[in-house]
Nanobody, 127 residues
């Protein structure tokens, strides 16, 4: 049974940083493209970042480019999302996800293309 568990969320002041983690069981994250998504109150879930499994390609939402990075920790079967220079618009519940046969990130923003989701971790950016 595949399980994804996000952690690392919390309350941070504008300009601060957080590192989110997506830990997995029942699946080797290295074998799949992993996407990070977020959903703010009253808004649709959107793709934030993705890391491919086959070619290492990284994808970022335009509004987070230069501030967020994504990486794998193979030993811990975990994917991290490092978030710097946070602003209130980054406030949301953040989810990690992957899908069966999901090896590349093209089209990862389509949430219907992901089969496995974590329950999310809340990131609040406020002074």
């Amino acid at each position: 049974q595949v399980q994804l568990v996000e952690s690392g969320g919390g309350l941070v002041q504008p300009g601060g940083s957080l590192r989110l983690s997506c830990a997995a069981s029942g699946i080797l994250l290295d074998d799949y493209a992993i996407g990070w998504f977020r959903q703010a109150p009253g808004k649709e879930r959107e793709g934030v970042s993705c890391i491919s499994s086959r070619d290492g390609t990284l994808y970022f939402l335009d509004s987070v480019k230069g501030r967020f990075t994504i990486s794998r920790d193979t030993a811990k079967n975990t994917v991290h999302l490092q978030m710097n220079s946070l602003n209130p618009e980054d406030t949301a519940v953040y989810y990690c996800a992957t899908g069966n046969f999901r090896y590349y990130c093209q089209g990862y923003e389509n949430v219907d293309g992901m089969d496995y989701w974590g329950k999310g971790t809340l990131v609040s950016v406020s002074s």
